[in-house]
């Protein structure tokens, strides 16, 4: 089955600093991917969905680029800020209806005033 | 909209004992997730169900975990004889539709302590 690797499993910036996730997997038939927010003792929240072969995506304040080929999807929070500190986590999907989720290990970010 | 309702947020079991984790999907869902968070082995899928209908169960343990889905508005995963390494945030997801391009939306979860 697919497997979802996830670096670094803890990251510790600056604020103002970028800080890069990035997961790898194993399914070339992996059609969807997620990234999620956790902060502590809440619940998973979706920052973006991607799918194209090679996308990048931005949102407010991260851009997401996924390249098929490498089978490698990342996500770059720019100019990070103390409220980006959460865990995030990679989610991979295939295209069978209604497929799991197969999520990567997750990243704890801390971003020091 | 509310999103999705998990009750209880927290239970404390002692060993053998069962748990009932009720989950309530954002109206108009069609799909409901079960998932569990442990640190050691992360986010695992357990179980899905599409229009109340149990699809894929491929991650339940085969004995003790069971999950049922009797109307739309609710679905239950029941732990019988509770064990220790069962002691995890569980967590229930919906989706729009089972279409794979939807995204899944988490609840709060329950946080499921065995003693």
């Known amino acids: 089955g697919e497997q979802v690797e996830q670096r670094p499993p803890h990251l510790s910036v600056r604020e103002g600093d970028s800080a890069v996730i990035t997961c790898t997997y194993t399914d070339p038939n992996s059609y969807y991917f997620f990234w999620y927010k956790q902060e502590p003792g809440a619940s998973l929240q979706l920052l973006m969905k991607v799918f194209s072969s090679t996308e990048i995506n931005e949102g407010q304040g991260f851009t997401v680029l996924l390249n098929k080929k490498d089978k490698r999807l990342s996500l770059n929070l720019t100019a990070a800020h103390p409220g980006d500190s959460a865990a995030y986590f990679c989610?991979?999907?295939?295209?069978?209806?209604?497929?799991?989720?197969?999520f990567g290990g997750g990243t704890r970010l801390t971003v020091r005033p | 909209n509310a999103g999705v309702i998990q009750t209880p947020r927290h239970k404390v079991t002692g060993k053998g004992q069962e748990a009932t984790l009720w989950c309530e999907p954002i109206s108009g869902h069609s799909a409901v997730f079960w998932y569990r968070q442990t640190i050691v082995q992360g986010l695992e899928f357990l179980t899905y169900?599409?229009?109340?209908?149990?699809?894929?169960d491929s991650g339940m343990p085969k004995e003790r975990f069971s999950a049922q889905m009797p109307n739309q508005s609710h679905s239950t995963l029941k732990i019988q004889s509770t064990q220790p390494q069962d002691s995890a945030v569980y967590l229930c997801?919906?989706?729009?539709?089972?279409?794979?391009?939807?995204?899944?939306?988490f609840g709060p979860g329950t946080r499921l302590t065995v003693l």
């Open positions: 997801a919906s989706s729009y539709s089972w279409d794979s391009s939807y995204e899944q939306y």
């Open positions: 169900f599409r229009n109340q209908a149990p699809i894929d």
């Open positions: 989610a991979v999907r295939d295209n069978n209806a209604g497929a799991k989720l197969t």
